[in-house]
């Protein structure tokens, strides 16, 4: 289910002639939406103008819309003043590392629960869903006890180790659903060929999923990218934050140089808009497997 | 099988096989099974199970991370009880999901079908709705904390350009409860979404029955929508009211509990218990207590908003 609409159902073209009160509807339509597009808008507006402004136009009542000098270089200062380079790396190791184990366990976990029959399947599918609405902040503490014992505390591991068992139990339970849609006649085909469950697994499934696979990678990236709770509890050294966390220190160094923060508030949000028109599609599915098909 | 080999090794992997062979059709699928939801288990066990077994461990004792944990038996269950920033953190949480929720609720309803109207330019319009929920957290923060800024922030700019007052949006706590809920209900894009979803995937032939029996807009809404949703009415509700419980970058970022506690969410009160405050084991106390209430939460919905879901398809 894309943006994009769908081709006009039939049923549409021996509808009853319009009435007045269907126009007064379309049109009542049309101004909310604009209205509302406005709202949604104005603060990504709002967010780039004051990026681009000097200090002291930022400070200036009434604001001005267009940024009278644009001052480009803020970008410059806001990425340099910190080391946005490493954090970039470093976002970009514990992201690529959480879609790989999210991606190949989850997808294999997920297997197991929509193909195979099994004794105890049930009641572990049962834990799954019952830790899928769970959520992290409950286990924060916790946690932190256990990765502390193992000498974890300012690495990456906390981050990137407990993905590879299982993914996560949304994942799971996505690729579940996903898996289910797959006819099982192809998997019993490759059975009779002498395929094993790997085989079936890995030749034919994943094959199969690769929309549903990009859809959780996705997902992921955009979780790893995003997440600061998990990264400023087990990071310590500024050379191992992550991008949200230097910028979440960034803010709290640069009280009142609002051009900065904004300027890289933009930085970092614009990699993740164009992700979105890039995979557009991907996002859409995303949404939508989480809340469909219960 | 041949049975006679010299390798040890070989001889180790053929007994394997071997009693595998000897296993039933049943037994072998139950082993495979549990060879593909192993890392599950595994993950539970160590990343759920063995936390949960601490933190229970360290209800019972004071931990500040540098000596041993010492036994303090029910201390930090009566000091819960008793200890006035946890009532504050617990009412301002629950305040907010109470308002927040039903709100991003309805504002992601009405927008999906603001948005399942068929023009021209509508994928537009789904793009620029949907956008604001993919802002990473920490740049929102800055730029909700931004737009709320007293002397130079948009919003305060468009009240007095109405001729409205300056409102100290995050410096009085009578306002900055709504601050947080404007922000919040400005991302709801990701349930509008599965609103969207859901409004499409309702059969056109239910609206034309309903007409032809002469059921008006409001009524097709009522009679027809509603409970043609209500599983992903429900599902959003819960997807909500779990989200709400767990509000942390922006108050962390944007008030940092202030002003006056007013934003201490019991996440963000949990976090400074345990990382600034160096309290192990009341933070422990209070993760469990989360964990209770999310469960109280989740029965209750299940139980008493759960039952009234019409499923076109029970069982599948």
Known sequence: MGFRQKPAEFIESRRRPTSYGDILFHWLTVFLLVLFAVVMVTPFI?????????????????????????????????????????????????????????????????????????????????IVMATLFLPYAVLLVPSFIVFSRLGWVDTFLPLVVPPFFGGGAFNIFLMRQFFRT????????????????????????????????????????????????????????????????????????????????????????????????????????????????? | MTAHTADPAAAEGFWLIRQYNRLTLRQRRTLMGYVFIAPFILGFVLWWLGPAAVAGYLTFHKWNFLAAPKFVGMANFSKMLGDP?????????????????????????????????????????????????????????????????????LINFVIRAFGGPKIGWLQDPNWVMLAFVILTVWGVGGSMIIFLAGLQGIPQIFYEAAEIDGAGRWQRLLYVTLPMMSPIIFFNLVIGFINSFQVFVSALLITNGGPQRATLFLVLHIWRTAFSSQKMGYAAVLSWLLFLILMVLSFFVFRYIGSRVYYENPGD
């Open chain 2, 85 to 153: 920033i946890l009532a504050q953190s617990l009412k301002v949480t629950i305040v907010f999901s109470v308002i927040s929720v039903p709100l991003g609720l309805v504002f992601a309803f009405f927008l999906a079908n603001l948005i399942n109207a068929k023009f021209r330019f509508i994928a537009i319009f789904r793009t620029i709705y949907f956008l604001p929920s993919i802002v990473p957290a920490v740049a929102n923060a800055i730029l909700w904390a931004w737009l709320f800024n007293t002397e130079f922030g």
């Open chain 1, 46 to 126: 709002w967010l780039l103008s004051s990026s681009l402004k000097t200090q002291i136009n930022i400070f200036q009542y009434p604001p001005q819309l267009i940024p009278d000098p644009i001052v480009p270089e803020n970008y410059i200062y806001a990425l340099t003043y910190k080391p946005f380079g490493t954090y970039f790396r470093n976002t970009l190791i514990v992201a690529g590392l959480n879609v790989l184990a999210v991606v190949f366990t989850s997808s294999f976990c997920a297997y197991g629960f929509a193909r195979l029959r099994f004794r105890g399947r049930d009641f572990w599918f049962g």
């Open chain 1, 182 to 294: 797959i006819p099982e006649e192809i998997a019993d085909a490759a059975r009779i060929d002498g395929c094993s469950e790997f085989g079936v697994y890995w030749r034919i499934m994943l094959p199969l999923s690769k929309p549903a696979l990009i859809t959780i990678g996705i997902f992921t990236f955009l979780f790893a990218w995003n997440d600061l709770i998990g990264p400023i509890t087990y990071l310590r050294s500024p050379d191992n934050f992550t991008i949200a966390v230097g910028l979440a220190s960034f803010r709290s160094q640069t009280d009142i140089h609002w051009d900065l923060q904004l300027a890289a508030s933009t930085a970092v949000t614009l990699p993740v808009i164009i992700l979105f028109f890039l995979a557009q599609r991907y996002f859409i599915q995303g949404v939508v497997m989480t809340g469909l098909k219960g």
